[in-house]
């Protein structure tokens, strides 16, 4: 069941929302050659505990971190590690879900290493223009996949695939909610989007094909081609004057803040 989240319940979410979006303005320097994932990691751990936040993936299923960070051929799901120390020219993903007075936020966002590839630099560009796409389709009485099939008609038209074993997903008091969102499909299909409906969108794009598998350690999920893969990812929240995108600083009261 797709809950409907009341002003008080939203409010909370925003909250949630800033810190996230504050954390990864605040880390950009901080992803830089030499540094750790795992050190990356524990700053991000200890940002969220300044902003009085609680980390929703640290004993997810027995998972010890604050984050995900996923670096190269890496989609989603990478496990910050003391051994994984970044160089020039790395795609790093970092993905947090956090909430503040008992709502969620989750967000994650594509840093680059230096100077990055040409390809990378497409790559990037595509996943983030495909959230937009994917979040403009976030209005009363769309239909669900309107929302996946705008992510899915941008990623392919740049020749890029699309990622079809993991989804976003609704968000609340709960990481998880109810309803999983595709990066594909065919548009007016699924549940009829309604007015305080909060959604966590997020393309998980591919340079090559979309298969992928998971890695021993259980977690780290990666291209079956070791291609490159992009992962962004924003909450948001239906309003009755469009999508609210509640993990941006720039984010527009009411009124949405995507433009296409």
């Not at 960070?69 to 993905?95: F, M, Q, R, T, W």
């Not at 969108?201 to 992009?230: F, H, N, R």
Request: glycine share 10%; aromatic share 6%.
């Amino acid at each position: 069941m797709i809950t409907i989240k009341n002003k008080s319940s939203k409010r909370k979410m925003e909250e949630a929302g800033l810190v996230l979006a504050r954390l990864f303005e605040d880390i950009k320097p901080l992803v830089c050659e030499g540094m750790s994932t795992l050190e990356l990691n524990n700053w991000i751990d200890s940002q969220l505990q300044a902003g009085g936040m609680q980390s929703k993936t640290k004993g997810y299923h027995g998972y010890r971190h604050a984050s995900c960070i996923s670096v190269n051929d890496e989609v989603v799901h990478g496990v910050p590690s003391a051994h994984k120390v970044l160089k020039k020219g790395d795609l790093v993903k970092i993905d947090v879900c956090a909430s503040k007075y008992g709502y969620c936020a989750d967000m994650a966002r594509a840093f680059f290493v230096g100077t990055p590839s040409d390809i990378a630099q497409k790559l990037v560009d595509v996943a983030n223009k495909a959230l937009d796409k994917g979040i403009a389709q976030a209005l009363p009485g769309k239909r669900l996949s309107d929302i996946s099939a705008a992510i899915q008609k941008e990623v392919e038209s740049h020749g890029f695939g699309v990622v079809r074993d993991f989804a976003g997903h609704g968000i609340g008091k709960q990481m998880h909610e109810d309803p999983e969102i595709l990066n594909y499909g065919l548009p007016g299909e699924g549940p009829v989007l309604r007015v305080g409906m909060t959604f966590a969108i997020e393309p998980m794009i591919t340079q090559g094909g979309y298969s992928v598998y998971i890695t021993e350690d259980g977690w780290t999920v990666k291209t079956e081609d070791k291609s490159l893969a992009a992962h962004v990812e924003d909450t948001v929240a239906i309003t009755e004057n469009g999508p609210k995108i509640l993990t941006r600083l720039n984010r527009d009261s009411d009124k949405g803040n995507v433009t296409l």
